[in-house]
């Protein structure tokens, strides 16, 4: 695309390991505790503040989520720490198209190594003088991949989960709704 940039991936979003909260350690409370299969639970803590992108890192690799509001992120994945100016629904976006699962090792269980990915490179539009990727730009990549299906609740899926999610369309439904 004319005027795009070739970037590695750490350039464009630095991604981080989750952190360790063992289960005797949890406290329910209002932030989402964010696992490689998506909001598993809540805590009385944050430990990223949102909005937030994160995919597996162990177990199920692959998986990205947009998290809108302040977070937990487990240790089975890891969350993008560093969006380097980059609008983070461009950075989901993004991550959901590129093909994570190629980059998982281990033989029993799956691993996603950030250092295997930070040096994959990406094709992105220039930053806005701002600061930022346009809004056409996030629109741009959104249009060229295809529909996700409704993720579909179920009765340990608690309503306000409904603002994490690894669609960030139906976050504006939800808001709206």
Known sequence: MNGW?????????????????????????????????????????????????VTGRSGSIGNVFFIEEDF?????????????????RFIFHLLKKFDLQRFASGAGVPTLNRNFV???????????????LSASSTKLLKASMPPEPTPKRTSKTPAPFSKATSNPSLLSAARDG
């Open 5 to 53: 940039e070739t970037r590695r991936l750490a350039d464009v979003a630095t991604l981080q390991r989750g952190f360790d909260l063992p289960t005797q350690d949890r406290v329910a409370g209002e932030f989402p505790l964010v696992s490689s299969s998506g909001v598993s639970d809540t805590h009385h803590k944050c430990a990223v503040r949102g909005p937030g992108v």
């Open 72 to 88: 937990w992120p487990l240790n089975t994945v890891l969350y993008v720490k560093e969006f380097h100016g980059n609008d983070p």
């Open 118 to 132: 930070h040096s994959e490179l990406v094709s992105v539009p220039p930053l806005r003088s701002s600061g930022g």
